[in-house]
């Protein structure tokens, strides 16, 4: 049954490897495709159901399917009948079919059953609708943000497809909530902390080709590793079926850029000032770029201001502003008041916090020091929900008496409050700039 197949993956720590071993080595699914459906028997809607509970009984998953839209007409709200159903239409090689009735049980259960929520995601994932299933998760958590655990699957999602933009929201409310692990707080601490396996995102792909999106994963990979030319490349194919694509846009105006491609950079801009897209850091980034190109390094201080204020924790941000400052001083006319020696500071906490998280995962994530370092460090930076939360990790790692873990647990739980931000703006010069 569906139902016994599909399972959530123990740890969240594991969430991708079980995502990879259900996309591409479940072998109920190897060669899945939407099946033909053959000439059916169409019954009257109390036969068509005792028709159906019988085929199911004897797993004569046909004939049962045979009934199935007639049962659905008659029974729209009965979840459990949803259920069994979705199970028929997995077994007659409707897989896509079983996911979207698995949905509708939830739906109509008001979201209530994780576990169910948790085997409809899966179900999505198996057919390669990565982007069905994150928006499925969206409603979830919308309608119940107790859902931890579905806030989780859509925040580990979200990183997976290369979306960190859309995962960091989520991320940080699971701090909140005191829904943490040191996966999560170094995901969130440094963007620097992502797998560089695209193999389970270009399975969905190959399971369902008319959805390229989960590839800007990859394309990140190809740029991040020098294959510039091919990561462009792919950026463009996503975009050819999802023109509107913000992230996959975004990044594509600033690879260009990066390239030197600055007219078609500026071009591709130009096309997308009505979209979602501008509100992409990395579109602010590559337009800042271009004005430096373009010498107009007084209006490029707009653009990376504008992407640090989307992202206060983006260093690329933080040194565009700097680079051109200095620019715009030296040219004269034009010349804004830019905090550079704050703007430096942060850049360099920013840098220190990378390092501290990066020496952590790498030394097995056990090192009270290093996760201390870390709190400290995000105090420093105004983000004290997440300094917080490193305090409190160090506390249950090996013991080192060199280390005051509670003594800094205690300093930053006297500067949270229930209305405070997850980013303070009144301990930072720079971030004070920005709200100018």
């Not at 509708?104 to 008001?110: I, T």
């Not at 990183?159 to 999560?184: E, N, T």
């Not at 591709?268 to 271009?290: E, W």
């Not at 004005?291 to 201001?305: E, G, M, P, V, Y």
Request: hydrophobic share 40%.
């Amino acid at each position: 049954m569906l139902s016994n197949r599909l399972r959530h993956p123990a740890s969240i720590q594991s969430f991708w490897v079980a995502m990879t071993w259900i996309v591409i080595w479940n072998p109920l699914l190897v060669g899945c495709r939407e099946a033909a459906v053959p000439e059916k028997t169409v019954l009257d809607p109390a036969s068509a159901l005792r028709q159906m509970r019988l085929a199911i009984s004897k797993q004569d998953w046909q004939t049962a399917w045979d009934q199935a839209d007639v049962v659905l007409q008659q029974h729209p709200d009965d979840p459990e009948l949803l259920v069994k159903i979705a199970t028929v239409a997995h077994e007659v090689g409707q897989p896509s079919r079983a996911a979207d009735l698995l949905i509708d049980a939830c739906r109509v259960e008001g979201h209530s059953d994780p576990a169910r929520v948790r085997r409809s995601v899966v179900a999505l994932i198996e057919v390669g609708r990565l982007y069905d299933a994150l928006q499925w998760l969206e409603e979830v958590v919308a309608a119940d943000p107790q859902q931890h655990a579905s806030r989780r699957w859509l925040f580990d999602l979200y990183r997976s497809a290369g979306d960190l933009m859309a995962a960091r929201p989520h991320g940080l409310m699971l701090v909140r909530q005191r829904q943490f692990d040191s996966k999560l707080l170094a995901a969130l601490a440094s963007d620097n902390q992502q797998s560089d396996d695209a193999t389970a995102v270009k399975a969905m792909v190959e399971r369902n080709p008319s959805d390229r999106r989960p590839l800007l994963k990859e394309a990140e990979l190809m740029l991040a590793g020098g294959q510039q030319a091919e990561g462009i490349e792919l950026l463009r194919s996503i975009l050819q079926q999802y023109p509107q694509h913000p992230p996959s846009a975004a990044r594509l105006c600033l690879a260009l850029a990066d390239a030197g491609e600055f007219d078609q950079s500026i071009s591709l801009a130009d096309s997308m000032t009505d979209s979602p897209v501008t509100r992409q850091p990395s579109y602010s980034i590559a337009l800042g770029r271009c004005q430096l190109h373009n010498d107009k390094s007084c209006d490029a201080i707009t653009r990376f201001a504008d992407a640090a204020r989307r992202n206060p924790d983006l260093i690329d941000a933080w040194q565009g502003v700097i680079e051109s400052s200095q620019r715009c001083s030296s040219g004269g006319d034009g010349a804004q008041v830019v905090p550079v020696t704050e703007i430096e500071n942060r850049v360099r906490l920013l840098q220190k916090l990378e390092t501290e998280v990066d020496l952590f995962e790498r030394t097995g994530g056990i090192s009270r020091e290093l996760a201390i370092a870390a709190a400290e460090s995000l105090r420093d930076l105004g983000r004290w929900w997440e300094a917080e939360a490193w305090a409190s990790l160090a506390m249950t790692m090996p013991a080192d008496d060199s280390v005051p873990a509670e003594t800094v647990r205690n300093q930053i739980v006297t500067l949270l409050r229930k209305d405070t931000p997850d980013q303070v703006i009144s301990v930072d010069p720079a971030l004070q700039w920005l709200g100018q």
